[in-house]
């Protein structure tokens, strides 16, 4: 089993609509990060968390909320989705903030 | 100007010719430094630390220049498996917050011919 999961691993959807993307872990990180990836722009950071009750706006927050539901799940929602949302999604954990981060498989998102 | 950049390449070289890759970052303070390996599609790999004194894995040398403020990664007898994009990353530790964050290139992309 992966030490990072994400569900769903790709989603299409409409603009307006609300998605959840999920995020678990096995590896007992205190650290998980969402991160969105656009052809040429790198990997940006959207919300990281420190532990449980430790939430932090990344570069991009806007237009994203998130939710530690407990220190295995780090779910990513977009409350009314646009196109320009449409990205590759990664979360990511790591035990401290300057050890490197293992990332799951990614979420494929299109927002039509 | 972007706090990490990478030249995006593609770099195409043939099998078994040595290869290298900088990327500059922008913050003097910046901390630990890594190179990551990310595959099309798929998600980013750690590669490699870069430390101070440099380092070594096989075929995979990275080194640090903190006074320029570039870290390089040097790839020896490419193979067609290390076709892939090459993501450098810096941490920072925050200001404001007093935690660390780590910050991605945008990519540098091998592509190893036969």
């Known amino acids: 089993d992966a030490d990072v999961t994400q569900t769903p691993r790709n989603r299409i959807t409409k603009t307006g609509k609300r998605i959840m993307l999920e995020c678990s872990q096995t590896?007992?990180?205190?650290?998980m990060y969402w991160y969105r990836q656009d052809p040429g722009l790198g990997l940006q950071l959207i919300y990281y968390?420190?532990?449980?009750?430790?939430?932090n706006k990344g570069e991009i927050s806007d237009g994203y909320s998130v939710s530690r539901q407990a220190q295995a799940k780090f779910s990513l929602s977009l409350e009314s989705a646009i196109p320009n949302q449409t990205a590759l999604y990664f979360c990511?954990?790591?035990?401290?903030?300057?050890?490197?981060?293992?990332f799951g498989d990614g979420t494929r998102l299109s927002i039509l | 100007r972007k706090e990490v950049e990478q030249d995006p390449g593609p770099f195409n070289v043939p099998e078994g010719a040595t290869v290298a890759f900088n990327c500059t970052y922008s913050?003097?303070?910046?901390?630990?430094f890594f190179w990551y390996r990310q595959d099309c599609r798929k998600e980013p790999k750690l590669l490699m630390s870069?430390?101070?004194s440099g380092n070594e894995d096989g075929r995979f040398t990275a080194q640090l220049n903190r006074a320029s403020q570039y870290i390089s990664l040097l790839i020896r007898d490419s193979k067609l498996s290390d076709s892939a994009t090459y993501l450098c990353?810096?941490?920072?530790?925050?200001?404001?917050?007093?935690?660390?964050?780590?910050?991605f290139g945008s990519g540098t992309r091998l592509q190893v011919q036969p």
């Open positions: 990511a954990t790591s035990d401290t903030g300057g050890q490197p981060q293992h």
């Open positions: 590896k007992g990180h205190d650290r």
């Open positions: 968390s420190f532990d449980v009750k430790d939430i």
């Open positions: 913050n003097s303070a910046s901390q630990s």
């Open positions: 870069v430390y101070s």
């Open positions: 990353v810096v941490t920072l530790l925050g200001l404001d917050t007093g935690r660390r964050a780590l910050t």
